[in-house]
T-cell receptor, first 116, second 116 residues
Framework: AQKITQTQPGMFVQEKEAVTLDCTYD???????LFWYKQPSSGEMIFLIY??????QNATEGRYSLNFQKARKSANLVISASQLGDSAMYFC?????????????FGGGTRLMVKP | GAGVSQSPSNKVTEKGKDVELRCDPI?????LYWYRQSLGQGLEFLIY????????KSGLPSDRFSAERTGGSVSTLTIQRTQQEDSAVYLC??????????????FGPGTRLTVL
């Protein structure tokens, strides 16, 4: 079974509008962390936002927020006021277990295209 | 400060040749990871180093792959007798492991390997 599922291979959004990128995960470990990364066409993976399984509040970082619904095992990324520079691949990733050294498991990614 | 650096940025080799890929992590980061990104397989974990502990090699796809980390800093990923299916982008990441779930992995720009 897939541990991280991103069901939207590609999405369009109008500049200045908000967009939600979906991510669902599967784990039986009570301790886990969820990460979102952005990968522009240049190829580098840029960290955006983190949500811990024990965090009571949804994470926010500037225009990025994470809609964390633990019971549904979803961690959707919300980008407000989209900009042309937001066009990129977006990856959801999970680290299981309390040991912070565990590797990340990635979803298949969503390609976001922002229209002017 | 300086981020994770990788060299070379691009490598073209002939099937059957050996290649070495280098990663220089962020200064002070004790954990180092190698991932592979290919069209068919997405992002896959390869190997993880933490300080002086034995590396976690559970993601290496075959015994043609090996990696070492000298002096707790620079790492080299070696692929022997390259095959066409080894063609991918090899990404290195590092993190400052403080033993909590919040440790974030920061990625380098990757090495694009093409096996002819």
């Amino acid at each position: 079974a897939q541990k991280i599922t991103q069901t939207q291979p590609g999405m369009f959004v109008q500049e200045k509008e908000a967009v939600t990128l979906d991510c669902t995960y599967d784990t039986s470990d009570p301790s886990y962390g969820l990460f979102w990364y952005k990968q522009p066409s240049s190829g580098e993976m840029i960290f955006l936002i983190y949500q811990g399984s024990y965090d009571q509040q949804n994470a926010t970082e500037g225009r990025y927020s994470l809609n964390f619904q633990k019971a549904r095992k979803s961690a959707n990324l919300v980008i407000s006021a989209s900009q042309l520079g937001d066009s990129a691949m977006y990856f959801c990733a999970m680290r299981e277990g309390y040991n912070a050294g565990n590797m990340l498991t990635f979803g298949g990614g969503t390609r976001l295209m922002v229209k002017p | 400060g300086a981020g994770v650096s990788q060299s070379p940025s691009n490598k073209v080799t002939e099937k059957g040749k050996d290649v070495e890929l280098r990663c220089d992590p962020i200064s002070g980061h004790t954990a180092l990871y190698w991932y592979r990104q290919s069209l068919g397989q997405g992002l896959e974990f390869l190997i993880y180093f933490q300080g002086n502990s034995a590396p976690d090699k559970s993601g290496l796809p075959s015994d043609r792959f090996s990696a070492e980390r000298t002096g707790g800093s620079v790492s080299t990923l070696t692929i022997q007798r390259t095959q066409q299916e080894d063609s991918a982008v090899y990404l290195c990441a590092s993190s400052m492991t403080s033993g909590t779930q919040t440790d974030t992995q920061y990625f380098g720009p990757g090495t694009r390997l093409t096996v002819l």
